[in-house]
C-alpha cells in the first residue's frame, strides 16, 4: 500500500525504549498496520493475529501497509485453537486489542456477530492468557468515542450538565437536531458517563469492563484508549462502512455533490492515523509508567462540523458544493468531540495533524490510489 500521503514518522521513532515482545489482534488492520509501521522496528518481536476478514482486506494476502517487522498469523480471536497456537511456547510482554466487528450501522441488525468477536473474542483472550500462564505486562484496547452516545449537555437554565439519551425518531423526523435550549460538551473519560446507544458501543463498553475486571485481577495494567473518528492513508476503501470521511472522498472523487445528513452542522473530532499509532505505541512503551487501568480519550479537541469537513473535501478535489440533505440516520448521535487534556498530561501525547492539512493529504492519498484523475 502506498504509504506516501502519510506524515513522516522517523522523528517519533527517537526516543522510545522497546516494547518488547508485542502481540497485536486485528493487526492487520487499520490502525494495527500504521502502528506497526510505527513501533515494530523497535520491538523484541511484534506478532499480528488477523482474520484479514474480506469486508477489509481486498484479497487475502499480507497488506503492504504492514511493517515487514512485523509477523502475521492468520486466525480468529474468537476460535481457543488460534489462541494456543499463539501462545503454546511464548509470552508476550504487551498485548493490544484491537480486533473486533466495527461496522456501527451494521451493528443492530447483527448483534450476535458483534457479540461474538468483540465480547466473547475478548473473553478467549483472557481465559487463553490463563490456560497458557501467560501475565503480559500490559494491556492496550481501542475502545470508542461511541461509548459515550449522546454525552453530556449543559442546560440553559439550570447550569447543569445533563447526560441526554438517543434522539427519539418524531424529534428526528420534525428537524429537531438538537436538544433545545443546552450547548454541548465535549466527552471526558472520568467525567462523561458511557451512555451506549447502538450494539456496537455496547460491545465496546464490554470489553473496556471484561478486561478491567481481569487485569486487576491478575495485576495487568490496562489502557483503555477512546479513539474519536480515525481517518487517513491506509483506510479500507472497499468497506462502505469504513466511515464518514472515506464515504465522501469517495463520493466527491466520482464527481457527485456530497450528500450531507441533518443540517450538516453536527460535530466530529477527526483525528488522523499517524497520531493515533502514536498514542498506542506511547501507552505500549515501558517507559510509560502508569499503573491500574487508565482511560484516555483520543481525539484532536477541537470539532469540525461535518458540512465544513465536506466542504473541504469537496474543495480540494474540485467536486460539486456538498448539498444538505436534511436526511437522518436513527442512532447517530448530533455531536461528538473530546477533550485530550488528560491524554496530554499524563501520556505526555498530544495531536500533531489538524484536520484540515489531514484531510486535504488523505483526499489526495484516495485520488492517487483509485486512479481518479481531476
Ligand atoms: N477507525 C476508527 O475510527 C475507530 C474509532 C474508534 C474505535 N476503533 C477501534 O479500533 C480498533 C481497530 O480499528 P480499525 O479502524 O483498525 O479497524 P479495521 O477494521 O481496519 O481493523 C480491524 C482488524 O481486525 C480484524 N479482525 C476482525 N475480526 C477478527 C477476528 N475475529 N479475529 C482476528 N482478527 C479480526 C480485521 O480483519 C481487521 O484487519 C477496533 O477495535 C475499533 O473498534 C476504531
Not at 525504549?17 to 523497535?42: E, H, Q, W, Y
Request: charged share 20%; proline share 6%.
Amino acid at each position: 500500500m502506498d504509504m506516501s500521503a502519510s506524515f513522516p514518522q522517523e522523528r517519533l521513532l527517537m526516543t522510545e525504549a522497546t516494547p518488547g515482545d508485542v502481540l497485536v489482534t486485528g493487526g492487520a488492520g487499520f490502525i494495527g498496520c500504521a502502528l506497526s509501521r510505527l513501533a515494530a522496528p523497535g520491538s523484541r518481536r511484534w506478532v499480528a493475529v488477523d482474520t484479514l476478514n474480506p469486508r477489509i482486506h481486498e484479497t487475502q494476502e499480507r497488506p503492504a501497509a504492514l511493517s515487514p517487522d512485523a509477523e502475521l498469523v492468520i486466525g480468529d480471536i474468537v476460535e481457543t485453537d488460534t489462541w494456543d497456537r499463539l501462545l503454546e511456547d511464548w509470552s508476550p510482554d504487551v498485548i493490544v486489542h484491537l480486533a473486533a466487528e466495527t461496522d456501527t450501522g451494521l451493528s443492530l441488525d447483527h448483534p450476535l456477530r458483534f457479540s461474538t468477536v468483540n465480547v466473547d473474542g475478548t473473553a478467549q483472550l483472557m481465559e487463553a492468557l490463563r490456560r497458557h500462564d501467560v501475565t503480559p505486562r500490559r494491556i492496550t484496547v481501542a475502545s470508542s468515542r461511541a461509548v459515550y452516545g449522546e454525552g453530556m449537555w449543559l442546560d440553559a437554565s439550570s447550569g447543569e450538565a445533563r447526560m441526554r439519551s438517543q434522539r427519539s425518531h418524531a424529534e428526528l423526523l420534525a428537524g429537531q437536531w438538537d436538544f433545545p435550549f443546552a450547548r454541548p460538551l465535549p466527552a471526558r473519560a472520568g467525567s462523561t458517563p458511557p451512555n451506549t446507544s447502538n450494539v456496537y458501543a455496547a460491545t465496546k463498553l464490554a470489553q473496556e469492563g471484561l478486561l478491567s475486571a481481569w487485569c486487576s485481577s491478575h495485576g495487568v495494567d490496562l489502557s483503555v484508549l477512546r479513539l474519536q473518528n480515525v481517518y487517513g492513508p491506509g483506510q479500507s476503501l472497499i468497506n462502505p462502512y469504513t466511515g464518514i470521511l472515506a464515504l465522501f472522498v469517495r463520493l466527491a472523487a466520482s464527481g457527485e455533490a456530497i450528500p450531507v445528513f441533518e443540517d450538516g452542522a453536527m460535530l466530529r473530532d477527526f483525528v488522523h492515523i499517524d497520531d493515533v499509532a502514536r498514542a498506542f505505541s506511547t501507552v505500549i512503551s515501558p517507559d510509560y509508567k502508569e499503573s491500574g487501568t487508565t482511560t484516555y480519550d483520543i481525539g484532536t479537541g477541537t470539532p469540525a462540523s461535518v458540512l465544513e469537513v465536506a466542504q473541504a473535501i469537496a474543495r480540494e478535489v474540485g467536486a460539486p458544493e456538498p448539498v444538505i440533505t436534511g436526511k437522518y440516520r436513527e442512532g447517530d448521535v448530533r455531536h461528538a468531540w473530546c477533550d485530550i487534556d488528560d491524554a496530554i498530561a499524563h501520556l505526555g501525547w498530544s495531536p500533531e495533524i489538524d484536520w484540515r492539512r489531514g484531510i486535504s493529504a488523505y483526499a489526495n492519498w484516495y485520488l492517487e490510489r483509485s486512479g481518479t484523475t481531476r
